[in-house]
């Protein structure tokens, strides 16, 4: 069993950034294994997948939406990921989730709002 917590998130005016973090309750040889995601789901609509990043750290993933402006990263002796998001807009307004995933293991974090707003 892997419990995610995250933090970060909050109201940002367009054009600002935020930072999200996702911490691991496991050891550091585990949470490496894991492929890490980030989710969001804005109101109405499904859940869909921003960014993800294999265990190597150096393959990552981005959504056509996003790709250019988030940047994910995972620090596996720290057992975090994070996702740094700039010149962000009102449609990246959300709840966002992390996720560990190694076959049919999955996980998710508890999730946090993101609101881009004037």
């Known amino acids: 069993q892997v419990q995610l917590v995250q933090s970060g998130g909050g109201l940002v005016q367009p054009g600002g950034s935020l930072r999200l973090a996702c911490s691991a309750s496991t050891l550091p040889s585990v949470f490496m294994r894991y492929t890490m995601s980030w989710f969001r789901q804005a109101p109405g609509k499904e859940r869909e997948l921003v960014a993800d990043?294999?265990?190597?750290?150096?393959?990552?993933t981005y959504a056509d939406s996003v790709r250019g402006r988030f940047t994910i990263s995972r620090d596996n002796a720290r057992k975090t990921l994070t996702l740094q998001m700039n010149s962000l807009k009102p449609e990246d307004t959300g709840v966002y989730f992390c996720?560990?995933?190694?076959?049919?293991?999955?996980?998710w974090g508890q999730g946090t709002q993101v609101t881009v707003s004037s």
């Open positions: 990043i294999r265990s190597t750290s150096a393959i990552t």
């Open positions: 996720n560990a995933n190694l076959g049919l293991l999955d996980y």
